[in-house]
């Protein structure tokens, strides 16, 4: 059984950081990319960062310079560290495999991230 538990969210100023965390279980989590993903108000969920299993990391032109996704293999725990915020920024951030397999079948409850301007 997957489990994704993602903490980390709250409200905070423009300008402002935040560091997310997410829990992984059920997979052999060293071998597979992770990806955090956003929902915006009235949006589609969108994936903003990647990381490889090898720790290459790709990023959505919105959050490029601003976020940092990193990995703990040794916790099967992924994170994303948000410099900079902005109020387009807010929404419900999810990390998945970034594989349709899983993002058909597995979500976390998500972890809000409001910020006001």
């Known amino acids: 059984q997957v489990q994704l538990v993602e903490s980390g969210g709250g409200l905070v100023q423009a300008g402002g950081s935040l560091r997310l965390s997410c829990a992984v279980s059920?997979?052999?989590?060293?071998?597979?990319?992770m990806g955090w993903y956003r929902q915006g108000p009235g949006k589609q969920r969108e994936l903003v960062a990647h990381?490889?299993?090898?720790?290459?990391?790709n990023y959505a032109d919105s959050v490029k310079g601003r976020f940092a996704i990193s990995r703990d293999n040794a916790k099967n725990t992924v994170y994303l560290q948000m410099n900079s915020l902005k109020s387009e920024d807010t929404g419900v951030y999810y990390c998945?495999?970034?594989?349709?397999?899983?993002?058909?079948?597995?979500w976390g409850q998500g972890t809000q991230v409001t910020v006001s301007s």
């Open positions: 990381i490889s299993s090898d720790g290459d990391t």
């Open positions: 059920g997979i052999i989590f060293r071998m597979n990319a």
């Open positions: 998945n495999v970034p594989l349709r397999i899983y993002t058909e079948a597995y």
